[in-house]
């Protein structure tokens, strides 16, 4: 497992890795399978978590989990939607909570990085397309007046994809442990392998319809109880996800 972070460091931009207890500057393009780095020292250093990939597609999948749908539909394909690269933000950003909206709710997810360009893949080679995972919270509002059935204005929002705080890569993620947090009160717990798609079909799946790209997100759905997670300015929510990392916003 490698474990990364998108910073600025005193108001510097860079990938950086978490070795045991040191810490090194990515030189080269964390998109290769070793980039090229070097020691550095934090100490006494402004450090910020960023959003990393913000110029990318964001793309989501809706009931993706079995514990989220009927029996009967456990073997449907999930839903496919996008979320707007406005709606990024990073670990410790602020969710804005919308004027026009009577009801937000968060959902912990599972996020891959796609690492190279992949269209029409095989599900037995959508692996050699995964950059990493990490942790998101595809905030939503309800459906505007039952119409936007695009969804756009309920999870494209601007603030409501934050991502993060770290970027982990070669880890198997079949069966972690995947939970969210309203004001430290549990409100989602469940199992990456309660999905019913993996990483791998949920690659191939989109990679049908559209191209992906270096950097773009795959949201790979939410398990039961997002819908009575609901929150208010002034929370603080968590999205905790199983040696992939704690990904921490507020509700303005």
């Not at 759905?221 to 929150?231: K, N, Q, S």
């Amino acid at each position: 497992m490698k474990k990364y972070a998108y910073v600025s460091v005193d108001e510097k931009i860079l990938w950086i890795e978490y070795i045991s207890e040191k810490i090194y500057q990515i030189t080269g393009s964390i998109f290769e399978k070793n980039p090229e780095k070097k020691e550095i020292n934090l100490f006494n250093k402004k450090v910020k978590f960023l959003t990393p990939f913000n110029k990318n597609k964001v793309i989501g999948l809706a009931y993706n989990y079995k514990s989220l749908v009927d029996k009967e539909k456990s073997s449907q394909e999930p839903l496919v939607f996008f979320k707007s690269n406005t709606s990024l933000i990073p670990h410790l950003g602020d969710i804005i909570y919308p004027d026009f909206a009577s009801k937000v709710w968060i959902e912990a997810e599972l996020c891959i990085i796609i690492g190279k360009k992949a269209k029409k893949i095989k599900q037995s080679e959508a692996s050699n397309y995964i950059l990493g995972y990490m942790c998101g919270n595809d905030a939503t509002a309800l459906n505007l007046y039952k119409r936007d059935w695009h969804l756009a204005r309920s999870k494209g929002l601007d603030t409501f994809a934050p991502l993060g705080p770290y970027l982990i890569k070669e880890i198997d993620t079949s069966d972690l442990r995947i939970q969210s947090f309203i004001n430290k009160k549990k409100t989602q717990d469940s199992r990456t392998s309660d999905r019913i798609l993996n990483d791998e079909q949920s690659v191939a799946l989109i990679s049908n319809y559209f191209t992906l790209y270096p950097g773009d997100i795959i949201f790979t759905g939410t398990p039961a109880g997002a819908t009575e997670a609901i929150v208010k300015q002034g929370d603080e929510v968590l999205i905790e996800i199983e040696k992939i990392g704690k990904l921490i916003n507020k509700i303005k």
